[in-house]
């Protein structure tokens, strides 16, 4: 299990999720525990000959990118590549156990499976997941994904705009979170570029010149095994690591869209200000329609700004080549404004912009 820096809390273990939106560990829900016998050799007999979407990386890393925001980026290399084959070539090729080559398998559950998995997808505990979605007043259950890894794979830290029931069946992960106030220490890509929503940070061998606030993150650890569910809450940072010496990994998430806004209560929380930092961004890289422009076009509205002289800017030295318009994320952290629901509709017709949006940027 790889060592890591950070200091971490352990996540509590529930029977059920709290309405704090903290992540907890669900224990004996029995949630998936009609799948409780998958393993490879049942789902190779029972999942049918459709085709599963697989990827492949040579770093063990699964860090996902957009393939649409590509040609934002000219220079971007994907790190991965994924393919279309059979369940039954998936486990051939996994089981070769090729250090060089790691492979992943993430599909959505659908009307593709063969009839056993159908019934046993139907034999969840559903009455316990819409009883969260109810109690907790998420949105309604939008997809379920499944996932099939080999031991040692991780999925670099990325948030989701989802709220996210993660089911494990077989094998064991290691889970780091870090709640939405840790948005400045995990420097995250622009909107436009592929890696939207991870982590510009390698956790293996952080750049603490480029990344300084790294050093400062605080975050929850917590190990999932068979029949355990974790909650992870929408704009929560995770890392994922699948151990090594448990075999192969099978998981099944639930997501659920976000709570319905019915009345805006201040202050406004992180996740809220992760939503509207996005939201920002954007109506910007949407206004301007070239990327290039971006940062040019924050530093000028910024030290334009009346309200905020340059002088009167904070000093922080921005962690890489996106210097510019990448900061815009941690400035709003680290200078966060609450806004009405009419301040917010102003902004978005372009009358007040540079009054919610301060960017940091030293010479």
Known sequence: MRRYQEKATIIPKRLETSQSQQPVIITGSDLVGSAYHWNLDYLCAHLGYGLYTVYSSTSGKFKYYDEKKVPNVPSFKPPTSHTDMTFQDFVSILRQKNDSKWIYLQQPLNDTVGPRIEMDFKGFNWDF???QMKKNRWGPLTSNLLLVGMEGV???AHYDEQENLFAQIQGYKRFLLFHPDQFECLYPYPIFHPHDRQS????????LKKFPL???????EGIVGPKDVLYI??????QVESLQGHGETISCTFWFKAAPTEKVVYPLNAGQKVAIMRNIEKMIADTLK??????HFMKTMVQGSADRPPTALPSFRPPCDWRFFGTISIAAMLWPVAVSEEEFAEVSHG???????VLCYEN
Not at 200 to 207: C, G, K, L, S, T
Not at 290 to 295: H, I, L, R, S
């Open 129 to 131: 997941a819409y009883r």
């Open 154 to 156: 991780i999925t670099p």
């Open 200 to 207: 510009q940070v390698d956790f293996d061998e952080p750049d």
């Open 214 to 220: 790294f050093s400062k993150l605080k975050g929850y």
């Open 233 to 238: 809450p929408m704009y929560w940072w995770h």
């Open 290 to 295: 070239d990327n290039k422009n971006m940062p």
């Open 351 to 357: 009358t007040k912009l540079s009054c919610f949006i």
